[in-house]
């Protein structure tokens, strides 16, 4: 077997306030990796305090200034990402990015330790493709229409010329779109499971890298709680959750449900919908990637 060096890396800002999962997401797959970085951006709150329960001599924390004068596009989030890509050591083999709501299920690491083996050798390959589940509302339900991105890829081989696109969240060669290999793996994305007055808030703060505040103060409702009822279509989550979110998950205090036949589709796009439950194929999905065949 390969001995490989696999480096993980994330970036963060305002964990606590916001209530992301960063250490269920950093300890979900911290066994498959050799080291571990984190750039925690300016916070205002005890993220570094939060940070501080991941016992793991892995674990290299930098600080870093956010740039909240870029406001387009989320890309500071890409700038962010990039500042801890770029403290993996030289040597690493493989890099492997977790976002802060995003966990990684124990049970597909075996799974993705034999994929970095499998390539580790090809040197086509610079990236791996993961499959996606994005909970909304409750740990309950996972989105169920097209406004969900189903693929990403969080593992890449760390190239000279890779950077975090657009808002992190892929990647890219250069200007180059990464030759991939599919995995059967997948990642529980958290991001839409808060306490909703927590969510609210983080969508007037998260909006702000992407839009000024005049778009802000015009399109996300002046409430003191998110409205989680106002979603297209949820199907229920069948499956269990990663172990390191059990304890999070036993400590949900606020109540969601949602009948799975309900669904708000315009014409179009129950058509779309109807085609890629028959055929598997998602009509216009957008990819930042390119899948090696065979």
């Not at 700038?79 to 890099?95: M, R, V, Y």
């Not at 909703?196 to 703060?205: D, F, N, R, Y």
Request: aromatic share 14%.
């Amino acid at each position: 077997m390969t001995t490989m060096k696999v480096s993980g890396f994330t970036f963060i800002r305002n964990a606590v306030k916001f209530d992301y999962p960063i250490a269920e997401a950093i300890t979900s797959i911290l066994p498959v990796c050799d080291e571990f970085g984190i750039a925690n951006s300016n916070p205002d709150d005890d993220t570094d305090g939060l940070l501080a329960t991941i016992a793991s001599p892995k674990l290299k924390i930098i600080h870093t200034l956010w740039n909240d004068t870029l406001r387009e596009g989320g890309r500071v989030l890409a700038e962010e990402c990039d500042k801890a890509l770029q403290q993996i050591t030289p040597d690493a083999d493989g890099a492997f990015y977790i976002q802060g709501s995003e966990v990684v299920h124990e049970k597909y690491l075996p799974v993705i330790v034999a994929a970095m083996q499998k390539y580790y050798d090809d040197r086509h390959v610079e990236g791996l493709l993961f499959n996606y589940l994005h909970f909304y509302g409750s740990y309950d339900y996972i989105g169920g229409s097209r406004r969900w991105y189903r693929r990403e890829v969080p593992v890449v081989r760390p190239l000279p010329g890779i950077q975090a696109y657009r808002d992190a969240e892929g990647f890219r060669n250069g200007s180059k779109p990464l030759h991939v290999k599919a995995v059967d793996a997948r990642v529980y994305y958290y991001s839409w499971v808060r306490p909703p007055a927590i969510q609210q808030t983080k969508q007037i703060s998260f909006n702000r890298y992407w839009h000024d505040d005049d778009w802000v103060a015009e399109k996300i409702p002046p409430v003191t709680e998110f409205d989680y009822s106002r979603i297209d279509s949820l199907t229920r989550f069948e499956g269990t959750h990663p172990a390191v979110m059990k304890e999070r998950i036993e400590k949900l205090n606020w109540f969601f449900d949602f009948d799975p036949a309900r669904q708000r589709f315009s014409f179009k796009t129950k058509v779309l919908h109807a085609i890629e439950k028959l055929k598997g194929w998602r009509i216009g999905e957008y990819k930042n990637y390119k899948i090696i065949k065979g």
